[in-house]
């Protein structure tokens, strides 16, 4: 069975996501503070952990460092209140997969657990690497969602190898932020361009020799990017 563990300090959002997913079949675990949540995360293997940022205790950043620092790759869903663009700045920097804004719909945020999720399983299950494109030393298959330099696997966060995939896809075109951020993000409100920025940096730094002269992922000022392959 799926698990995903909860550290939500706000007791009736909590409990209604607790008994919401509960029903949708996933076993669910909570915690209210930073503590007690990091202390759960580091005992036992979660398959997706909703993590608020605004915590008693350890706040959702300080959790998240600790547990990738200690090689925990539970995908990680984070809560931030609507227009805290440092919040995903910050996030997406120390290994966030995906963020969903307070207040949310509950079929967004059932739609991003489920997308978390099959992209956990696809990751675990396609061991096998036929059609995966390779420019340079670098090898990235848009089926198992890896990207792989010099033979070491390099982690992006889902809504980075979501901007990967579109760039690939679109190569050697010129792709404008605005399309950029509408193919990854859709409609919503709380992604500008900055957030779109940073994970073009987490990309680069994936797929390039040096992120500061790229190869492969170029800047078109006053328009957007294109990958040359």
């Given amino acids: 069975m799926t698990r995903i563990l909860i550290v939500e300090d706000e007791e009736s959002l909590a409990k209604g996501l607790v008994d919401v997913l509960t029903v949708k079949g996933y076993e669910v675990s909570w915690e209210s503070d930073g503590h007690s949540g990091l202390e759960a995360a580091m005992k036992t293997t979660f398959d997706l952990i909703l993590l608020d940022i605004e915590l008693p205790g350890l706040n959702g950043f300080e959790i998240l460092k600790a547990l990738r620092g200690a090689g925990k790759d539970s995908r990680v869903l ?26 949310f719909s509950l079929s967004e945020l059932l739609g991003r657990i489920k997308a978390l999720l099959r992209r956990s399983v696809t990751v675990q299950e396609s061991p096998q690497e036929e059609g995966a494109l390779i420019f340079g030393d670098v090898r990235v298959d848009l089926d198992a969602f890896k990207v792989i330099r010099g033979g070491m696997e390099i982690r992006l966060s889902a809504r980075a ?69």
Wanted: overall charge negative; some cysteine.
């Fill in 78 to 103: 984070m809560l931030t209140a609507r227009g805290a663009e440092l919040d995903r700045v910050l996030g997406f920097e120390w290994g966030v997969d995906d963020y969903v804004c307070k207040p």
């Fill in 161 to 229: 190898f979501e901007l990967l995939r579109f760039l690939v896809e679109h190569s050697g075109e010129v792709v404008s932020r605005d399309q950029l951020i509408d193919a990854v993000w859709g409609e919503e409100e709380c992604i500008t361009q900055r957030t779109l920025n940073n994970l073009v940096v987490k990309i680069r730094q994936a797929i390039e020799q040096s992120a500061d002269e790229p190869a492969f992922l170029k800047t078109v000022h006053g328009v957007g990017y294109r990958l040359e392959l």
